[in-house]
């Protein structure tokens, strides 16, 4: 599972693998501001501290955002994600790079109240967490490949026809997840 923007990456360089499946049409990563804030779009970043992770595709996403706005990369102060929004909440970043499904619940859990700059209204839209698989191999085993993408998109219509038992599955494999937050 690779997002796309990584796996664009990876065939221009020459890495023979194909998207099977796409789970995610909408890439989760979003951009948070504090609701009081006076960041409002990216224009507003100049001058401010950013979040990103390093190589993956939230920094591609906020790169090709700040391109796209006219936005010079030197304009902004960019920090790595400390993989959580902490420091975002304590007010030593302006924008924290985020998943929208989980850390605007963990904002909200601690009563912070944040805005969501969605990369999609900018037209950034790529798609996440999809399936790859190396070509020489589709095309020697097209009925494995065909069977591991039907058996995943089944998993994911039973996790969502039946979410009570998919956050019980997903939280006994890892007892430090949030059940809440799934």
Known sequence: IWTADSILTAQSKGMPITIVAAIYRKDPNVLLVKADSPIRGPKDFVGKTITTVRGRATETLLLALLDKEGIAVNAVKIEPFPFTIQSFLDGKVDVSAAYVYDHVYQAKKQSAQVRVIDY????LNFYSDCLIVNNDYAKNHPEVVKAVVQATLQGW????ANPAEAIN????????????AQ
């Open 157 to 160: 219509r039973e996790a969502l």
């Open 169 to 180: 599955a997903v939280c006994a494999v890892d007892k430090g997840l949030d059940r809440e």
């Open 120 to 123: 999609g209204d900018y037209g």
